[in-house]
C-alpha cells in the first residue's frame, strides 16, 4: 500500500483500497468455515459423522452430545484472570485504570480469551471516544468470524484489517444492511453497499497514528503460522467424534436389548391367539406377565428361556479410554472429563496431574499480555495524540494460574520476609500472599490512613507537653524541630 489516491472525494474508495478490501474478505470468508466448525465442537451442535453400520435407519435422527471440548478449553480459559494494568517503573497507574474500567477489560478479557482459544486468535481494536478528546479510548474485542488482519512477519505488526457487521452498530440503516469497516495506518474507512454492487464511503476517521489500531490475540502461534491454531485440534474432534458414536452405540443398545429376549420351544399355535382365535400382537406376547402354555399332544410341556441381556461394560470401557485420551490432549486430569477409578487421587496426586494445565496457561498469559499491552499503548496513544514514551513499559497483572492454596502463598510469602528478602511493606509481598489488585489498593490506603491517624497522634502528645512545660511568661512558638514534624516526615 503505497498510496490511498488522496486526491480522490473522501466519499469514494480508491483503487488500492478496493482492491486491499477484496483481498481481505476474501481471507476472512474462507477461514470462515473453519472457524464454525470449531465453534459446533466447542457448543456441542457438531453433527457427527454415522459409518452406516451399527445405526438402523429409524435412529439416525437420534443425537448424541458429549462436551469434552467446552470442558477442555473453559479449564484452560478459567485460568486467565486479568486482573490489572500498571507502569513497570511503579508509578501511578490510575490513567490506565481509567481505560480499563470505561472499557469493561477485566470482564470483556475473558471473552477475549475465550474466543482466542476457541477460534484460535481474537482481535482487539481501538479507537476514540464517542464524544471525542473528552472520552475515554474505545477498546472492543472482535470476533474473527467477522474481522482479519493482515500482518507483516518482518515487523510484527499489522498493516491493514477489515471488520465486517451489522450497519446499525454504528449508522442507521436498513434491516440486515452489512458494513465495512476498513483500518489502515493513518485512517479508518466506513463503508456500506452502494446501489451498483460496490462499496461507497459513509466515514473516514484521519487519525495519522501510523499504525493500524487493532492487536491479534493470538494462540499457539508457530514461525510458519502467525495467525494462531484453535485448542479443539483435529485429534480432539476425531475422539469427540468416536465417543458420540459409541455413546449413539449404546442408546441402540438400550432400545433393542433393554427388555431381554425370550424364547418358547414345544409351544402350539394357540399360546399366541387370542380366544377368538385372532393372533396377538407380538407386544402382547411379550408383555405377558401370565403365560399360559398347554401340554402338547405328546403330554410335553413347552420350554420357556430368556436370551442375556446386553451388557454395556464394554462401551463404557472404551469412553473411559477415550477420556483418558482426550485429557492427554488438553493437559488436563482425567477427573475433570468423568474418569473415575476406585482409589480417589490425594491431593498432592491431583496438583501433580495439574502441572501441563498450569505451564500451558502461564504461556498463554506472557502471550495474552502482550497483545494486551500493546493494546493499551495504542489507547494512550488514541488519547494523547502522541505515543507514550517507550521508555515506560506497561505491566498486565494476573491472577497465578496455578491456584496454590491460600496457607501455601501465606507460609512461602512469610519465609521470605523474615529471610529479609521481601520488606513487610511491599506491594509485592502483598501480590505473592494472594492478594487481588482491588486488595492490595485498600490495603495500601489502609496503611496511609494509619499512618496518618499515629502521626497526629503524636503530633498532639507532644504540644501538650510543650505546652505542660511552659510554667511563666508567654509560650514561644514552637519550632517545627520541637514538633518533631520533620521526624514524622
Not at 507483516?152 to 451489522?166: F, K, N, P, S, V
Not at 484453535?230 to 427388555?259: H, K, N, Q, W, Y
Amino acid at each position: 500500500m503505497t498510496s490511498y489516491a488522496p486526491e480522490l472525494p473522501l466519499t469514494f474508495l480508491s483503487d488500492d483500497e478496493l482492491a486491499l478490501i477484496n483481498v481481505l474478505r476474501a481471507d476472512m470468508l474462507r477461514d470462515r468455515w473453519a472457524l464454525q466448525l470449531r465453534d459446533a465442537y466447542f457448543n456441542g451442535e457438531q453433527l457427527v459423522r454415522d459409518l452406516g453400520i451399527s445405526i438402523p435407519p429409524q435412529l439416525k435422527g437420534l443425537h448424541t452430545v458429549i462436551g469434552w471440548p467446552r470442558v477442555g478449553v473453559e479449564s484452560l480459559e478459567e485460568r486467565l484472570d486479568l486482573e490489572a494494568f500498571r507502569w513497570a517503573d511503579g508509578a501511578g497507574s490510575s490513567d490506565l485504570a481509567e481505560i480499563a474500567e470505561a472499557n469493561d477489560l477485566f470482564d470483556e478479557s475473558s471473552l477475549a480469551h475465550l474466543d482466542a482459544l476457541v477460534y484460535g486468535r481474537e482481535y482487539l481494536a481501538v479507537g476514540s471516544g464517542e464524544c471525542g478528546g473528552d472520552c475515554p479510548p474505545l477498546i472492543s474485542a472482535e470476533s474473527p468470524l467477522d474481522m482479519t488482519l493482515m500482518w507483516d512477519a518482518r515487523l510484527r505488526m499489522g498493516t491493514a484489517a477489515l471488520r465486517e457487521c451489522a450497519a446499525d452498530t454504528f449508522i442507521e440503516s436498513g434491516p440486515d444492511e452489512r458494513m465495512l469497516v476498513l483500518y489502515l495506518p493513518d485512517q479508518t474507512v466506513m463503508c456500506l453497499p452502494s446501489q451498483s454492487g460496490g462499496w461507497k464511503v459513509v466515514d473516514r476517521d484521519i487519525h495519522n497514528l501510523g499504525v493500524v489500531p487493532v492487536v491479534r490475540l493470538a494462540n499457539r502461534q508457530r514461525t510458519a503460522d502467525r495467525v494462531g491454531k484453535s485448542e479443539i485440534t483435529p485429534e480432539v474432534m476425531s475422539v469427540t467424534d468416536a465417543a458420540c458414536r459409541r455413546l449413539m452405540g449404546m442408546e441402540v443398545a438400550a432400545e433393542f436389548f433393554g427388555a431381554p429376549q425370550r424364547y418358547i420351544l414345544g409351544a402350539s399355535e394357540s399360546a399366541f391367539q387370542e380366544a377368538d382365535g385372532t393372533a396377538k400382537s407380538a407386544w402382547e406376547t411379550y408383555i405377558g406377565r401370565v403365560l399360559a402354555l398347554e401340554r402338547d399332544e405328546e403330554g410335553n410341556v413347552p420350554a420357556v428361556g430368556q436370551f442375556a441381556a446386553h451388557d454395556p461394560t464394554g462401551m463404557t470401557k472404551i469412553i473411559d479410554l477415550y477420556a483418558r485420551i482426550m485429557s492427554s490432549q488438553f493437559g488436563l486430569p482425567p477427573h475433570m472429563l468423568g474418569y473415575t477409578t476406585d482409589n480417589p487421587a490425594s491431593a498432592d496426586a491431583i496438583r501433580s496431574t495439574e502441572a501441563k494445565l498450569v505451564k500451558r496457561s502461564e504461556r498463554r498469559i506472557r502471550r495474552f499480555g502482550h497483545a494486551w499491552q500493546q493494546a493499551m499503548r495504542l489507547a494512550l496513544w488514541v488519547r494523547d495524540g502522541e505515543p507514550p514514551d517507550k521508555a515506560r513499559r506497561i505491566e498486565t497483572v494476573w491472577r497465578n494460574p496455578a491456584t496454590p492454596t491460600v496457607a501455601a502463598q501465606v507460609d512461602a510469602t512469610v519465609k521470605l520476609v523474615q529471610a529479609g528478602v521481601l520488606p513487610a511493606d511491599s506491594d509485592v509481598t502483598l501480590e505473592m500472599a494472594g492478594f487481588t489488585e482491588g486488595q492490595r489498593q485498600r490495603i495500601a490506603t489502609d496503611r496511609r490512613r494509619s499512618a496518618g491517624r499515629t502521626g497526629s497522634s503524636e503530633l498532639m502528645d507532644r504540644l501538650a507537653e510543650l505546652g505542660a512545660g511552659s510554667t511563666s511568661g508567654p509560650a514561644a512558638e514552637p519550632s517545627e524541630a520541637d514538633l518533631g514534624i520533620d521526624d514524622l516526615g
